[in-house]
């Protein structure tokens, strides 16, 4: 059975670094290159016409950069994954991406085998981090004034799985580390994101970042 197809729109003002990245990415079998962008603004533009099923996206680009495109992504095509690639890895960045809805923030340096993989867990719903590049989300995350009404109701379990999600463990790590199953966990992250009033994974993990001392 083949792999169903991964839909990518590439984002970045350098052609040179767009042919590069679609002369290696067109040598996976499951993904496909259905579109380029140079702007933000040409970003949202094609996203709206292409319905891709993920952006690799730069943050440096003129007209429009990519943390401000991202929540206009996401609201153009709510379906669509955003994956921050780029050069830059400083915390604001990261911190900004981040908080906007991006799914992952990798490095231009990331291997094209690490890079297809990310992708394709990205596809699937996970978060995916360059190395060192959640600590500095972490970093910079703005301090919880309060904690949410549902954080009371965290079983320990729930907790336990929080502070292993802001670490970066999957569901499957997660899993071996607690001996559970992988369809426990995805219950008990469901269960937590209701609780705390979080969109994702990625919220979670900063949330939980600002408080591990509690859990």
């Known amino acids: 059975m083949s792999c169903p197809m991964i839909r990518l729109l590439l984002v970045d003002d350098q052609s040179l670094i767009r042919r590069g990245l679609r002369a290696l990415l067109e040598l996976e079998p499951d993904l496909e290159i259905v579109g380029e962008a140079e702007t933000g603004q040409a970003a ?5 016409a292409l319905k891709p099923d993920l952006v690799l996206l ?5 007209i429009m950069d990519g943390v401000t495109a991202t929540p206009l992504i996401l609201q153009a095509a709510p379906q669509t994954k955003v994956l921050v690639l780029t050069t830059f890895d400083q915390d604001d960045y990261v911190s900004q991406a981040l908080q ?3 799914s992952g923030y990798l ?3 990331t291997p094209s085998e690490e890079l297809a993989a990310a992708i394709r867990l990205v ?3 996970y978060s995916q981090f360059g190395p060192g590049i ?4 972490f970093t910079r995350a703005a301090p919880v004034p309060a904690l949410p009404p549902g954080f009371a109701e965290l079983t320990p379990r ?3 799985v929080l502070r292993l999600i802001a670490q970066g463990a999957s569901n499957r790590e997660i899993a071996q580390q607690l001996y559970i199953s992988e369809g426990t966990v995805k219950n008990h992250v469901t269960s937590v994101l209701g609780r705390l009033s979080l969109r994702d994974r990625t919220q979670a993990a900063i949330f939980a970042s600002s408080v ?3 859990l």
């Open 44 to 48: 949202i533009e094609q996203v709206r």
């Open 134 to 137: 959640l600590q500095k989300a």
């Open 212 to 214: 591990l001392d509690l």
């Open 58 to 62: 730069d943050v440096r680009m003129p």
């Open 158 to 160: 729930e907790k336990e």
């Open 123 to 125: 596809h699937r719903g």
């Open 100 to 102: 906007q809805g991006a």
């Open 107 to 109: 490095l231009k340096d």
